[in-house]
């Protein structure tokens, strides 16, 4: 069965510094990946996917990701990180059935 | 406006007295899903559905059903609520997570409906 994990529970960066987000799948075929952000209070937005093609991808909000084969690691980037963008980042595997695997979530706190 | 909508947003319930939270989306999306959010557990599925009359268990069915008679509705219940289901509950729905160009693979959310079991 697919799994995801996000190594780091609780990330802290200031206002306009460059952001990385780490994930790690696990599935034998290539999975279909994607990024989901939770504001506080709110459910879960879409911020990008990956299903074939281009291992970089762009998503909404200035993010994007890169999907690494050899790593087995879909990260999540921003150049430049705004206050706003404190959140809640999960990290999503797809593989096989129609069913959806979570990480436990990335915290992102954005200090002034 | 595409929607997915949970009711209720909050709950106090106690122990033993079953309870519906209802789960409605206006996109015509054929699957659907629940979510149980728990801190340090992130997101656990703990049913969907493809279509309706048909469901299927997620990774944490115990002491949940679902039914889905209308494409739109997928209430979720708890016949007999214990304590350990107090948690912060998602529904979903999607046009399909996976498949030809015309799926576009998200889910959408509804706000969340937290509740609480004493």
């Known amino acids: 069965a697919q799994s995801v994990t996000q190594p780091d529970i609780h990330i802290t960066v200031s206002e306009g510094a460059s952001l990385e987000l780490r994930c790690n799948y696990s599935?034998?075929?290539?999975?279909?990946l994607f990024w989901y952000v939770q504001s506080p209070g709110q459910g879960l937005q879409l911020l990008l996917k990956?299903?074939?093609?281009?291992?970089l991808v762009q998503g909404i909000k200035g993010f994007e990701a890169e999907f690494k084969r050899s790593q087995s690691s879909f990260n999540l980037r921003k150049p430049s990180v705004h206050w706003s963008d404190a959140a809640e980042y999960f990290c999503?595997?797809?593989?096989?059935?129609?069913?959806?695997?979570f990480g436990k979530g990335t915290k992102l706190t954005v200090n002034p | 406006e595409a929607q997915v909508t949970q009711n209720p947003r909050y709950l106090i319930t106690v122990t033993g007295k079953k309870l519906t939270v209802t789960c409605s989306q206006n996109?015509?999306?054929?699957?659907m899903s629940w979510y149980r959010q728990d801190p340090g557990l992130g997101l656990r599925q703990i049913y969907y559905?493809?279509?309706?009359?048909?469901?299927d268990k997620g990774d944490v069915p115990e002491g949940y059903k679902v039914s889905r008679k209308e494409k739109r509705n997928f209430p979720l219940i708890l016949e007999s609520p214990s304590p350990n289901q107090t948690s912060l509950y998602f529904c979903?729905?999607?046009?399909?997570?996976?498949?030809?160009?015309?799926?576009?693979?998200?889910?959408?959310f509804g706000e969340g409906s937290r509740l609480t079991v004493l």
């Open positions: 979903a729905s999607s046009d399909g997570l996976a498949g030809g160009p015309s799926i576009t693979g998200e889910l959408f």
């Open positions: 599935y034998g075929a290539t999975p279909y």
């Open positions: 990956y299903f074939s093609g281009d291992t």
């Open positions: 999503a595997v797809l593989g096989g059935s129609e069913k959806l695997v």
């Open positions: 996109m015509n999306h054929e699957y």
């Open positions: 559905s493809m279509n309706v009359e048909v469901t």
